[in-house]
């Protein structure tokens, strides 16, 4: 028992970033494409897996090793035009996307109780925005990965409904393509979704917070002596936040082609 609470300890921003991935707006998008083309987009789940894991992987390990985010690694080693057109790009789509998921938040929370998706809106906002300033980010962590166990419902609705699982691998391992402008805007939609730029900004933030809440670490670049435990680490992080990620997409589209798709 105590291992399997030392190994749940080591989970932390690779997960946390992978559950961020699934946020409302992505789960939309996962639900459209399975509404709309049934089991034919499943394989863009799986093909996204290894982009993932490569790409987050990057990102914490230079978090992890120069003890900054990737903002501030640019800024280091670019221009001062290209920091600020990178970040000025983050921003857009950061507000952007969390608009769309509090907005998503909101008109759920309707659909539950009634009233105005506005109102509820602004107070999941102001809710987050608190939580985020007031608690210490150990315990801040401690609920989020809590708070990761709820998109486990999308994995207990596939165990639930009729899955044809033949077809299911059949689609998955070789996918028919059609070539039309609605096929591939969705699958454009995946992708984009699935690999969001805010998850690498966040994930190597998340590993100097990391370093940050604990007074005798250190920027692995100034104390490599633990570096072969941290990268470990990070890779198990990495590899099972991304994968925990892809199963839940996963399950939404096979849910939603279950059950809405009519072709």
Request: with cysteine; aromatic share 10%; proline share 5%.
């Amino acid at each position: 028992m105590k291992r399997m609470r030392d190994w749940a300890r080591q989970l932390g921003p690779g997960l946390i970033t992978g559950a961020a991935d699934d946020d409302p707006s992505g789960i939309a998008t996962y639900s459209q494409a399975g509404a709309q083309f049934g089991f034919h987009t499943l394989w863009a789940i799986v093909f996204t897996y290894p982009l993932m894991v490569g790409i987050q992987l990057v990102s914490a390990r230079i978090g992890r090793v120069t003890g900054h985010g990737l903002a501030s690694n640019i800024g280091r080693h670019f221009p001062r035009p290209v920091l600020y057109g990178v970040v000025a790009l983050l921003v857009i789509a950061n507000t952007i996307n969390i608009a769309a998921d509090i907005a998503a938040m909101g008109d759920a929370v309707q659909l539950l109780i009634g009233g105005p998706p506005q109102i509820y809106s602004v107070a999941i906002g102001v809710v987050c925005l608190l939580l985020q300033v007031f608690l210490p980010y150990q315990r801040y962590v401690r609920y989020l990965k809590w708070l990761t166990l709820a998109l486990l419902s999308y994995v207990v609705l596939v165990l639930t409904i009729h899955i044809p699982w033949r077809e299911v691998a059949t689609r998955t391992v070789s996918p028919h393509f059609a070539l039309t402008t609605e096929y591939l805007t969705v699958v454009v939609a995946v992708f984009g979704t699935t690999i969001s730029p805010y998850l690498f900004f966040w994930q190597a933030s998340q590993e100097v917070e990391e370093l940050n809440a604990d007074p005798a670490a250190g920027a692995l670049a100034h104390a490599p002596e633990g570096a072969a435990d941290h990268l470990r680490r990070i890779k198990v992080d990495t590899y099972l936040g991304m994968a925990f990620s892809n199963i839940v997409a996963f399950c939404i589209i096979l849910g939603t082609a279950a059950t809405l798709n009519v072709a």
